[in-house]
T-cell receptor, first 112, second 113 residues
Framework: LAKTTQPISMDSYEGQEVNITCSHNNIATNDYITWYQQFPSQGPRFIIQGYKTKVTNEVASLFIPADRKSSTLSLPRVSLSDTAVYYC?????????????FGSGTRLSIRP | NAGVTQTPKFQVLKTGQSMTLQCAQDMNHNSMYWYRQDPGMGLRLIYYSASEGTTDKGEVPNGYNVSRLNKREFSLRLESAAPSQTSVYFCASVSGTVHSPLHFGNGTRLTVT
């Protein structure tokens, strides 16, 4: 699996747009980029996944440049409830005997 | 649809005691995983099972054993608990279809005194 690098922490305010960037220089051709969100005392939950360009769902957008060596998770108009740890993973989980390794994630704190 | 169910939710052990953490999924997923998460830290992979009948070591397997009992169930055993194993343990599963995401349980909070 490709190694990923993300900021350890970020702070923002309610109503702002938050962008969290993840670097994955060694991404393989078949790899997808997947983001998870983890609230305190809960297991991570899937937010969004993409392969290239832009993906948008009801929660977030994911921007992936043409070289795919990085990706940016964008959270529009954050609220206090978006305070969580966000993990970027790169790989193909469905491949056989696949280790799925999480990094340290980005701890996002939203202030009133 | 329960998803991934972990039992127990909380457990306190004395050093040297043994216990088994249970995990079951009802989504017919092929692969299952055990992670531990220490306070303020990320998740670390202990063991995983790519399919029924197979298990493999993750990043931190020492002190643990696993059993993939059937397609639904994947248990984690601590034979002789140590204070360093105090952590929150999460079980997860993934279907194995193309680029499907992980589904996590709510965790077991284990304290070893």
């Amino acid at each position: 699996l490709a190694k990923t690098t993300q900021p350890i922490s970020m702070d923002s305010y309610e109503g702002q747009e938050v962008n969290i960037t993840c670097s994955h220089n060694n991404i393989a051709t078949n790899d997808y980029i997947t983001w998870y969100q983890q609230f305190p005392s809960q297991g991570p939950r899937f937010i969004i996944q993409g392969y290239k360009t832009k993906v948008t769902n009801e929660v977030a957008s994911l921007f992936i440049p043409a070289d795919r060596k990085s990706s940016t998770l964008s959270l529009p108009r954050v609220s206090l409830s978006d305070t969580a740890v966000y993990y970027c993973l790169v790989g193909a989980p469905e491949s056989s005997a696949s280790k799925i390794i999480f990094g340290s994630g980005t701890r996002l704190s939203i202030r009133p | 649809n329960a998803g991934v169910t972990q039992t127990p939710k909380f457990q306190v052990l004395k050093t040297g005691q043994s216990m088994t953490l249970q995990c079951a999924q009802d989504m017919n997923h092929n692969s299952m995983y055990w992670y531990r998460q220490d306070p303020g830290m990320g998740l670390r992979l202990i063991y995983y099972s790519a399919s029924e009948g197979t298990t493999d070591k993750g990043e931190v397997p020492n002190g643990y054993n696993v059993s993939r009992l059937n397609k639904r169930e994947f248990s984690l055993r601590l034979e002789s608990a140590a204070p360093s194993q105090t952590s929150v343990y999460f079980c997860a599963s993934v279907s194995g279809t193309v680029h499907s995401p992980l589904h996590f349980g709510n965790g077991t909070r284990l304290t070893v005194t």
